[in-house]
């Protein structure tokens, strides 16, 4: 299997569903919002956008199966699976902000070969391949070089279910507002996890997330040179609904923080 033009292959499908996702959201002043659960929002344009990916990625791995956020298909792969979010930040989208993002990877048993985030406000494009490194626009990228939390911006997203870690969630902010260069909450987590590989971030981390919204971008941050973990520092973040990625070099002393006061 030719992993890098695979690769190449997704980033061209998300860049036209991509090119359809803006022209929905300039057309269209008020979208149509449908409630799938408490503060859990849905458009035609997640919906549409996903039936269009799973159809064009059918034809590109006619064995792979989904695990897709808007179950368009529920076909299970025996060895392949395509793990996609087709619309990360779908408030953002909603309210008319960026940013907002497809991403899409593909698994492997239980490995994540491949990943794309497209980040349709910026135009923005990354991806990776199993040991071929991480790309943005066809430019090579990899982490950032700082070495301590106090000279990090971190990135977060705010806990919209579960509201039981809450009080040792906001411990962290203030932990890391005091001790980092700043915070910032996007509202995406495909494209935090990306702009920590490109160097943006040095660090990310959020608690309650799916499957689609951190494989891609969590492979990307690997390939880019960073590391990711779940917040006992375990292997379990795609499916265990906690993840940290940072840089390689402040990843230990951010885990220890994040450890000691998310399992208080
Ligand atoms: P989504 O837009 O695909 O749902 C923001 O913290 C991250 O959490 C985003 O990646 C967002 O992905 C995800 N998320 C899922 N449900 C959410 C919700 N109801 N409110 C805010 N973010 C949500
Ligand atoms: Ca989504």
Known sequence: MNLEHICIEVCNLSKE???FIRTE???NINIQVEV???HDFVTHVDKTSEQKIVDKL???LPEAGFIAEENTS???GDKYNWIIDPLDGTTNFIHGLTPYAISIALKE???IILGVVYEIGLDEYFYAWKNGGAYLNGNKIQVSDKKEIKNSLVATGFPYYDYKRI???LETLEYFMVNSHGVRRLGSAATDLVYVACGRFEAFYEYGLSPWDVAAGAFIVQEAGGKVSDFIGEKNYIFGKE???CNNLVFDDFLISIKQIMNN
Do not use: C
Request: aromatic share 4%.
């Open 243 to 245: 993840i940290i990625a």
């Open 36 to 38: 799938k659960g408490l």
């Open 74 to 76: 529920t076909k299970k």
């Open 109 to 111: 048993n239980d490995e």
């Open 58 to 60: 059918s034809k590109i």
């Open 167 to 169: 009080k040792p969630f």
């Open 17 to 19: 569903v991509g090119l």
């Open 25 to 27: 959201r300039l057309s």
